[in-house]
């Protein structure tokens, strides 16, 4: 049986509660929801939704290249938004990192509230290279 390994990477936010950045899996990689943290600081620093969509991505692509992959290795994706009227100026960002021949699978859901009041969390789950 594969053994089950936790992730972590100084590229992309500490976890902020008792959860890995990401878990290796058999064949997957389970990447964590991704708030819009600047690894660096350790702050959210933007406060629209351009800013922190961008960031978010960042963290996201920061923990695949941990592995080896890339955003064309992630087979589904879940989006939680503060206010999907803000859903095309992320559709937009997303759209240029997934620009492959095969997006993957995803939903988006508009919630009342996330972690540090961040306006996006993303999480992803991504097909290991054999």
């Given at each position: 049986m594969p053994q089950?390994?936790?992730?972590?990477?100084?590229n992309a936010p500490k976890a902020i509660g008792p959860y890995s950045q990401a878990i290796q899996d058999g064949t997957y990689l389970f990447v964590s929801g991704q708030l819009p943290i600047d690894p660096n600081t350790?702050?959210?620093?933007?406060?629209?939704?351009?800013?922190?969509?961008e960031q978010?991505?960042?963290?996201?692509e920061a923990i695949?290249?941990?592995?080896g992959l890339d955003f064309t290795d992630v087979v589904r994706v879940?989006?939680?938004?503060?206010?999907?009227?803000d859903f095309g100026i992320l559709n937009d960002?997303?759209?240029?990192?997934f620009a492959?021949?095969?997006?993957?699978?995803?939903?988006?859901?508009?919630?009342?509230r996330l972690p540090l009041?961040?306006?996006?969390e993303i999480s992803c789950i991504a097909r290991l290279r054999r």
């Open positions: 089950i390994q936790s992730l972590k990477t100084d350790g702050k959210i620093e933007s406060d629209d939704i351009k800013g922190q969509g978010v991505l960042i963290n996201i695949l290249r941990e592995v879940e989006v939680f938004m503060k206010n999907l009227s960002l997303y759209s240029k990192r492959h021949d095969t997006p993957p699978a995803r939903q988006t859901v508009e919630v009342s009041d961040a306006l996006v």
